[in-house]
């Protein structure tokens, strides 16, 4: 499997409570690659100036990111300045400067038209149905988007989001796509575009999915944010969430509804640990075994229902199946040939 980001690699300058950094390594499509990397092959594309800095293309190769698609155009890197107060999920922008950034059309390396697992970052929705006409056989195409493009580009993000399986926004962006004040409804007008299945990014308070069918009857799920105590950037949280979330599926290498609803865990698990730290600092360390350890106190956390068949002791089956069976015991030589196996990412799995 292999994965392709087209998106924007930048310089930021961010002030929060916490402290600020000026020209830190960012951009969509980095942080994107910071998470993804972890799970599967990456391949990016993107165009930065010739004052970017070695060290930051020292920092995709040492994770093994294919850089076959960077472009390095003559001029400066794009470069963005934003400010957050304790509102972490409010930013003010201070200054936006495309430079190279804004003459970028993204070309495919011809090693990159198969990849399978394509992730659309927050680009202008033409540049991304560029991208997709130049994918042969894709197995998940993934589209981002801003409200930006929504209020000067709403046209041709609904084709962008047409032409796609799954799309991710924020809470604010979809009800500002759909003019509404309920999600619900806007869920159901973004799916009514044509996409399989809509990720709603609520930042602090977590994420939400939606997919095709009677909504809120149909498929339907919701995932609390991580809770932290050390928390001082929020800046590229959403694109680490895509890479974890993508990253998952590809590793997985196949798409199903509890395969999605175990990828946005994992988006939210990268997410967490991107905000501990400014920029890509967090993430330059963390590794496997961290996500999995989180993602396991993500599943203890989140279990209100102890006795549900994902727990660890099911008694609840074995009460279940003795009622229903009038009181008859069940074998107990049957009820311990019942294994409870662990997966490659560590997670004990109840095989009924």
């Not at 002030?15 to 020209?23: A, E, I, M, S, Y």
């Not at 995709?60 to 400066?76: D, H």
């Not at 044509?194 to 999915?209: D, Q």
Request: glycine share 8%; with cysteine; proline share 3%.
């Amino acid at each position: 499997m292999s994965i392709l980001v087209v998106g924007s690699v930048a310089l930021d300058s961010i002030q929060t409570p916490f402290g600020r950094v000026k020209d830190a390594l960012g951009g969509s499509a980095t942080y994107f690659s910071a998470a993804a990397w972890l799970y599967d092959k990456v391949n990016l594309v993107a165009v930065v100036g010739t004052d970017f800095l070695q060290e930051h293309i020292d920092f995709f190769r040492e994770r093994g990111i294919n850089l076959a698609g960077l472009q390095i155009a003559e001029g400066k890197t794009f470069r963005w300045s934003g400010r957050y107060s304790y509102d972490m999920n409010v930013v003010e922008t201070l200054d936006t400067q495309l430079n190279v950034f804004a003459t970028f059309h993204p070309q495919l390396p011809d090693q990159y038209r198969d990849a399978e697992y394509i992730f659309l970052a927050n680009i202008d929705p033409a540049l991304q149905l560029e991208v997709l006409s130049q994918i042969r056989r894709p197995k998940l195409t993934v589209l981002d988007t801003m409200n930006y493009w929504i209020n000067y580009r709403k046209e041709i993000l609904s084709q962008a989001i047409s032409a796609v399986d799954i799309v991710l926004m924020n809470e604010a962006e979809a009800r500002q796509y759909a003019n509404t004040f309920s999600l619900i409804r806007a869920a159901r007008k973004i799916l009514s575009q044509g996409p399989k299945v809509l990720v709603v990014k609520k930042g602090e308070y977590g994420a939400v999915m939606f997919a095709n069918g009677d909504i809120p009857t149909g498929s339907f799920f919701f995932a609390p944010a991580y809770p932290l105590e050390k928390f001082k950037d929020p800046t590229g949280a959403g694109d680490s969430f895509a890479g974890g979330f993508v990253g998952y599926l590809a590793q997985q290498g196949g798409i199903t509804k509890d395969a999605i609803r175990r990828a946005i865990i994992h988006g939210s698990v990268v997410a967490s640990f991107a905000v501990e730290d400014f920029g890509v600092e967090r993430l330059r360390a963390i590794t496997m075994e961290d996500i999995l350890a989180r993602y396991r106190e993500f599943k203890d956390f989140t279990n209100f229902e102890p006795t549900c068949p994902w727990s660890d002791n099911c008694e609840h089956l074995n009460t279940k199946k003795q009622t229903n069976h009038q009181g008859n015991e069940e074998d107990k030589g049957a009820l311990a040939s019942r294994s409870a196996r662990i997966d490659k990412h560590g997670i004990r799995q109840v095989v009924l």
